[in-house]
Structure formats: structure tokens, C-alpha cells
């Protein structure tokens, strides 16, 4: 168990209102975009604000996971300020040069798992599903093929942080799902080499989620593999999004996803344009954070922008983290017989105090001279050299998950026998 199971509350423990603003240090609206919805994510604010990474790290030199704690710890309780985030934090980019808000994001949160794991020993992918991030954004995903002629199945499982959302044919993230898990014919130069025939036949492929994430991250591809420029099209999301019909395993009940913050990109092409975000705040409240600028905005302007990356949280989880008492059940270990591929659950704690470590940061004073920003101010006051930009690709061809910048094309892996 290398993450504790009780700091994974995904509702907020106090109220916060909004927080800091973010100074753009020169075209780094891709990183304080990417940066206010990792900092109104709750089960990574709630374990951030407990401080518990930071006690326990050893890590000698640079380490993600304090790096992110300290920001969200100094953002969340500097209400009307601009903060200045950490050049660290964007260690491997570039100031002045326009970035991807994606590539920066997984980046980040690839930094922040490999935080936790001990470099002094391997460890197998199990125990990898028990750190900080797996917990929170990692699931399974199922790629199966079945040969029509013998009616032999093949699965693969594969750990996801992401999911990918082809948009050129969809217009909406339901219809991008819809066409994500769409069965795929496979023939003639396609045809599948069958272990049990002996030889290549026609079949029929397909890919589901197999174990749901706590926290689910979709990315709408919205640029060319090949010109980099933006599609033109809207693509319409909802608040809250039933994800039961895309799961290998079809359950009683809906399994509705609660969304919680909106990243967007305004532009023509991925070379240029411009990044914010919308993101509900503890308080319920949603803000608009374009940099140093923070606006209240409400839900139909979150749900009204050409959204790159939606974020949201499992309502069943948000459900059981509202009961009075701590209800949960225990991670396991997987063995082969496991056909849940060892989705983890953490045990959840209430009432646990907040320590604010004293933070030695530069501090700017907003210039919002807004009524509106002053008294929410006022309103919302709390009380008393890792250059490593490999992002993970595991997924079957017919789908992008964990991908490198501008979405370049992945690596097709053979499927192994079940």
C-alpha cells in the first residue's frame, strides 16, 4: 500500500471559496489553467492540505508532489491575491513559447504518481494501482477481441488516467463515447491472427472500461495529427454524465460522474490561442480563473465553453462521502483470476484538522477592483532536475488515453490471452 486509504475524501472538508489568482509569467496560461483545475479537484486538494506527502517524503532533490502541495496549500488560502507559481512546476517547458495545457497536465500528474513510488525496488503493476493518483484518476480499461470463426476471446486490460474523446464525427461527448466503444470489423489486410485457428480470421473488436476512476479525466482531441489546426465545431458535454453504457461490465443503475471543472482552449490551432478554466470552488460557487483575472460565473457558462479537458467526480463516491459516518471498502491485492483487474477503493475519514505549513512565497496583490471580488473576499476568508516528459500510452489502436502532445499517433500492441 504505498498511498493511505483515509485521505481520499472526494467532498470538501471545509468550504473553501475561490482562492489565488495565477500571474502569466510570459504565454504560462497553459500551466495556471492546467494548475486551478488540480487545485479544485477535492480528494487531491483534501490530501494536499493534510500535509502528508511532506512529511514523509525522502525524495533528495526535486519532488512533484511537494511541489503541488505547496501550490495548492498557497492558493487556497490567499483569497484576492496573485501568486506566482513555481518555475519548477514547469521544469522541461518553455516561458514565452506556446505550450499544450494537455501535455502539461498529464506531465504533472505522471510526475506526481512516480513521486510515490520508492525508486530502491520494483514493483509490479498492482502496486502501482495503490498510489496517490491511481487512486484518484486510474481505471482499467478492457480491449477484447472475439474471432467469428471459433468464437475464441482475447482481452487486454489496460491502466488508464485519461480517456481520449475522438470529436470529428461527434457532437456531443456522448456520441464520442458512443463511437469509442463501437464495436470494429476486422477483414481482409485487417484480419485477425487467431492463437486457437492457427490463422488469420475475420473478427470483431472492441474497447470498454472495465474499472471506473474516482475522478474521471476526458480529453476532447479538438487538433489535426497532421496541421495541428483546431476543429471548428461545438461539442456539447452535460453536468453530470452517466458513464454505465461504456463499462464491460453492465450493472443495475446509472454510474453518474459529477463535473467539477472545465478546461478550455480559445483559439484556431495548437500553436496559438489562448487557456483558462472554469472550476467550482468548495463553496459550490463556479469561477471563471483566466490567469490573474477571477470571475463567479454559473453552471451554463462552464457548460458554454469549447472545453479541452472535463473533469468529474463519481457521484456514487460523492454520495457515500456525505454520510455521516466513514464507509468504504478495503483495497486488495489482484491475483489472475481477478476479473475486477483490482480496482481500488480507499476507506474514507472525516473531521481530520487542516496544518498550513508557513509558505515563503512572493505575493502580489490582486488589482480586481471589482464590489463583487472584494466582498467575496471578505465572504470567503479562511479562519484562523526532473526534465522528464514521457507520458504513458497503453491503449489498443482505435483509441488515444494517456498521449503525448498534439496527439501523435500510438504504438498498436498485440493482444495476449486472457
Not at 126 to 139: F, P, Y
Not at 225 to 251: H, R, W
Request: aromatic share 8%; glycine share 6%.
Amino acid at each position: 500500500q504505498l498511498a493511505p486509504r483515509d485521505k481520499f475524501l472526494l467532498t470538501w472538508k471545509r468550504p473553501y471559496g475561490v482562492g489565488a489568482g495565477l500571474r502569466n509569467m510570459g504565454n504560462t496560461c497553459y500551466m495556471n489553467a492546467a494548475l486551478q483545475c488540480l487545485t479544485y479537484t477535492p480528494p487531491l486538494a483534501n490530501y494536499m492540505l493534510s500535509q502528508e506527502h511532506s512529511q514523509t517524503c525522502h525524495h533528495q532533490e526535486f519532488c512533484m508532489l511537494c511541489s503541488v502541495q505547496a501550490h495548492i496549500t498557497q492558493v487556497l488560502h490567499h483569497l484576492g491575491h496573485v501568486i506566482k507559481p513555481s518555475h519548477a512546476l514547469a521544469a522541461g517547458f518553455h516561458t514565452y513559447k506556446q505550450e499544450d495545457a494537455h501535455e502539461f497536465l498529464m506531465f504533472t500528474v505522471d510526475a506526481m504518481k512516480k513521486a510515490c513510488l520508492p525508486g530502491h525496488k520494483p514493483l509490479g503493476g498492482h502496486s502501482e494501482d495503490t498510489t496517490l493518483i491511481r487512486q484518484i484518476c486510474g481505471g482499467y480499461r478492457r480491449s477484447q477481441i472475439k474471432c467469428l470463426h471459433c468464437h475464441g476471446i482475447s482481452d487486454t486490460f489496460d491502466p488508464y488516467l485519461d480517456i481520449a474523446l475522438d470529436i470529428e464525427a461527434a457532437q456531443s461527448v456522448n456520441q464520442a463515447l458512443d463511437h469509442l466503444v463501437k464495436p470494429e470489423h476486422l477483414d481482409g489486410e485487417n484480419a485477425y491472427h487467431c492463437s486457437f485457428c492457427l490463422k488469420k480470421v475475420s473478427a470483431s473488436k472492441s474497447l470498454n472500461l472495465h474499472t471506473s476512476s474516482k475522478v474521471l479525466i476526458l480529453t476532447l482531441k479538438w487538433f489535426s495529427d497532421f496541421t495541428g489546426n483546431k476543429i471548428a465545431k461545438e461539442v456539447q458535454y452535460p453536468e453530470c454524465l452517466d458513464m454505465q453504457p461504456y463499462m464491460s461490465q453492465q450493472k443495475k443503475g446509472p454510474l453518474i460522474y459529477v463535473l467539477h471543472a472545465v478546461l478550455v482552449h480559445a483559439g484556431r490551432s495548437c500553436q496559438s490561442g489562448h487557456y483558462f478554466c472554469c472550476v467550482k470552488a468548495g463553496n459550490g460557487q463556479w469561477y471563471k480563473m483566466d490567469d490573474a483575472k477571477v470571475t463567479a460565473c454559473d453552471i451554463s457558462s462552464a457548460l458554454s465553453q469549447p472545453a479541452y479537458v472535463l473533469f468529474s467526480i463519481q457521484k456514487t463516491e460523492l454520495e457515500r462521502d456525505s454520510r455521516p459516518a466513514s464507509v468504504g471498502r478495503e483495497p486488495r491485492a489482484l491475483g489472475a483470476e481477478d476479473t475486477d483487474m483490482g480496482a481500488t477503493q480507499g476507506k474514507l475519514e472525516r473531521g481530520s484538522c487542516i496544518k498550513v505549513p508557513e509558505l515563503e512565497e512572493h505575493l502580489e496583490k490582486s488589482t480586481l477592483s471589482s464590489d463583487q471580488w472584494k466582498c467575496l473576499q471578505e465572504q470567503n476568508r479562511p479562519k484562523p532536475e526532473f526534465n522528464f516528459r514521457k507520458i504513458e500510452s497503453t491503449l489498443p489502436s482505435n483509441v488515444v488515453g494517456i498521449h503525448q502532445s498534439k496527439y501523435k499517433s500510438e504504438m498498436k500492441k498485440n493482444h495476449a490471452e486472457q
